[in-house]
């Protein structure tokens, strides 16, 4: 397994590949890799075919960030991201630094963003006002240093993966954005980097999110013609997270599942998601209804 730090090395290496070898599948995450994480990387072996070639980039995307959110704290672990990455037979770990995908901020030499405007403002983007202006823009630069064929993503970014797929449709990008099913624990919880800032208690009631997800797929699902007014879920779901003295609920939402629009009346096939806050945690959890 080959491990590259530079931006040049990289994009040497993608060139070289794309005239010797097969399919390149690219796995952009920030690192603290866990189930979820792997079975993307198994996802994008299976795209790739033995004869192609697996990148995990792992990069802790400053931009992505809100000033006052978990960017220095956010968990990191190196050595074992790698040991990971190794068994699941990785071709290539990419892990750029700050100063190289960012320079000279400070001068202003750095100056283009990627933003899609349309997805964007809605849920997440209401609670972190710069969050997809930085993803789209990493994401972006990953797939022009590692020129993959496709790239994998979770379905737990619901929102972050709609946008993907919109940018890369939007500005011709030759990459197939494969969207992967979210990998849980045993009570439900969908897995999370985040997840570890958990405390004992915060950790046993944070299977609400789960629990709430599946009991509006159950009231859509057995209400007459499969559909019932949203301000009527809503409030039914709300009173069922306050019944968890630690949840905090930031939003819940119910959209178009491709245009991401709000909706009066929620149906089979829509999608709703949530985020919730415990302490300082915020954790999110979405599903199709
Ligand atoms: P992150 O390292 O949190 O930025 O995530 C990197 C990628 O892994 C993103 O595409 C996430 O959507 C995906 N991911 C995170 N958690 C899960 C999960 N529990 N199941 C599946 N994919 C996930």
Redesign the pocket.
Known sequence: MKQIRHLKTMQRWALDSKRTSGKVAL???????????V??IKRARKSAGTAGKVIVSIYVNPTQFGANEDFSSYPRDLTRDLNICDREGVDVVFMPSDTSMYPDTTEKEYSTYVIESSLSPKMEGKSRPAHFKGVTTVVCKLFMLTLPDMA??????YQ??AIIRRMTSNLNIPVKVII?????EKDGL????RNAYLNKEERSQSPILIQTLTEAKGIVRSSPDQSIQTTKIQSILKARIRTKKLAKLDYIAFFDPVTLQPLDKVCKGSHMALAVYFGKTRLIDNIRL
């Open positions: 796995v952009p995450t920030m690192g603290c890799l866990h189930e979820g994480h079975s993307l994998v993503f979770g379905a737990k970014d972050q993966a992967a099913p979210t990998i849980r969908a897995m999370s980097s």
